[in-house]
Antibody, heavy 120, light 107 residues
Framework: EVQLVESGGVVVQPGGSLRLSCAAS????????MHWVRQAPGKGLEWVSL????????YYADSVKGRFTISRDNNRNSLYLQMNRLRPEDTALYYC?????????????WGQGTLVTVSS | EIVMTQSPATLSVSPGERATLSCRAS??????LAWYQQKPGQAPRLLIF???TRATGIPARFSGSGSATEFTLTVSSLQSEDFAVYYC?????????FGQGTKLEIK
């Protein structure tokens, strides 16, 4: 059974930093691209970032480019999102999502999310 | 960036009836269109990919159609568990974009 478990969400002040983690199990982690997708309270879904299976390529939404960094550790079956220079508009539930292939933007499994609140 | 627009924002339908949800892309996404279902407090679930292919375990009452810029999700004979928010998403080009969602509610 595929499982994705996010962690690391907390309340942080504007301008602060945070690192989210996603622990994956139930599939061969290094065969697949992984994504972060976020959802602001009461709002829709926003794709944030993609990392390909081999860590070779990363992609970001314009809203986070230059502030967020996606990475993965295939030995630990883990995905990460380093979030710097956080803004109130980054407040959201952050989902880790598995892609259906080594690259690409179709997601077949999602975690339950971890809540990031940016507030003073 | 490809903008995805869903209509209507809210759709009220009685159980047992058919629901038709629409999604429009600002430019062609080919057949690379997916639909997700999200219930309150839950993560999204993949329903349809490649415009019309049901994901594993998705009942046959869910069907997708369309091409290029116009897409439709049809739920025939609505069941109580189908009332949720539905999002379309294009994965033809990054940044991958979602529609704003259609809330399917009980009439």
């Amino acid at each position: 059974e595929v499982q994705l478990v996010e962690s690391g969400g907390v309340v942080v002040q504007p301008g602060g930093s945070l690192r989210l983690s996603c622990a994956a199990s139930g599939f061969t982690f290094d065969d697949y691209a992984m994504h972060w997708v976020r959802q602001a309270p009461g709002k829709g879904l926003e794709w944030v970032s993609l990392i390909t299976w081999d860590d070779g390529n990363t992609y970001y939404a314009d809203s986070v480019k230059g502030r967020f960094t996606i990475s993965r550790d295939n030995n630990r079956n883990s995905l990460y999102l380093q979030m710097n220079r956080l803004r109130p508009e980054d407040t959201a539930l952050y989902y880790c999502a598995k892609a259906v292939a080594a690259t690409g933007g179709l997601f077949d499994y999602w975690g339950q999310g971890t809540l990031v609140t940016v507030s003073s | 960036e490809i903008v995805m627009t869903q209509s209507p924002a809210t759709l009220s339908v009685s159980p047992g009836e058919r629901a038709t949800l629409s999604c429009r892309a600002s430019q062609s996404v080919g057949g690379n269109l997916a639909w997700y279902q999200q219930k309150p407090g839950q993560a999204p679930r993949l329903l349809i990919f490649g415009t019309s292919t049901r994901a594993t375990g998705i009942p046959a009452r869910f069907s997708g159609s369309g091409s290029a810029t116009e897409f439709t999700l049809t739920v025939s004979s609505l069941q109580s568990e189908d009332f949720a928010v539905y999002y379309c998403q294009q994965y033809n080009n990054w940044p991958y974009t979602f529609g704003q969602g259609t809330k399917l509610e009980i009439k």
